[in-house]
């Protein structure tokens, strides 16, 4: 599959992945990624559960990224109010307010069931990737294997079961 040539927008747990697996330097130097505050707060935080490898700068992190966006409040009240907005945490709430109202080629990763939901139940099919498609396009390899919900297989087959109204 070609590189996707437009924005990434990443979720904080796809970010913290990457960086666990040594695969963030990769994606930002093939990829123009996106975060919104509220992502980029949650890779701040959970710093005690984490090893100190893992830690990561927010100042590095920032520099990293193609774009940087404030929370929209007032997206972000819309979509708490739409069907399936409760289920969702505050990064993705932010994160989708936030690429719900791109009207350029994006593209959103994240490994959370209710985020891809979301998505799909909005007819973003083709706007949801996974950390595990986005690392294979590049032909990277992480020094670590992916844990299981950031891997392509775990993206097609809960679109398989939205597909088929499994969920």
């Given at each position: 599959?070609?590189?996707h040539?437009?924005?990434?927008?990443?979720?904080?747990?796809?970010?913290?992945?990457?960086?666990?697996?040594?695969?963030?330097?990769?994606l930002?130097?093939?990829?123009?990624?996106?975060?919104?505050?509220?992502?980029?707060?949650?890779?701040?935080?959970?710093?005690?559960?984490?090893?100190?490898?893992?830690?990561?700068?927010?100042?590095?992190?920032?520099?990293?990224l193609?774009?940087?966006?404030?929370?929209?409040?007032?997206?972000?009240?819309?979509?708490?109010?739409?069907p399936?907005?409760?289920?969702?945490d505050a990064?993705?709430?932010?994160?989708?307010?936030?690429?719900?109202?791109?009207?350029?080629?994006?593209?959103?990763?994240?490994?959370?069931?209710?985020?891809?939901?979301?998505?799909?139940?909005?007819?973003?099919?083709?706007?949801?990737?996974?950390l595990?498609?986005?690392?294979?396009?590049?032909?990277h390899?992480?020094v670590?294997?992916?844990?299981?919900?950031?891997?392509?297989?775990?993206?097609?087959?809960?679109?398989?079961r939205?597909?088929?109204?499994?969920?």
């Amino acid at each position: 599959m070609p590189v996707h040539r437009g924005v990434v927008i990443m979720d904080a747990n796809s970010t913290i992945e990457a960086h666990r697996v040594c695969a963030w330097d990769a994606l930002a130097s093939r990829y123009r990624l996106v975060m919104v505050d509220e992502c980029i707060r949650e890779t701040q935080t959970g710093h005690q559960r984490r090893d100190p490898e893992q830690a990561i700068d927010y100042a590095v992190l920032v520099a990293s990224l193609a774009e940087h966006h404030v929370d929209d409040a007032v997206a972000i009240m819309r979509l708490q109010l739409s069907p399936g907005g409760s289920f969702l945490d505050a990064g993705e709430m932010s994160m989708w307010a936030h690429a719900l109202t791109r009207t350029d080629d994006w593209l959103v990763c994240g490994p959370d069931t209710a985020s891809m939901k979301f998505g799909y139940d909005r007819r973003k099919r083709d706007h949801l990737v996974s950390l595990g498609g986005l690392l294979a396009d590049i032909g990277h390899r992480p020094v670590l294997p992916l844990r299981g919900n950031h891997q392509k297989a775990w993206l097609d087959d809960l679109i398989h079961r939205l597909a088929m109204s499994l969920l």
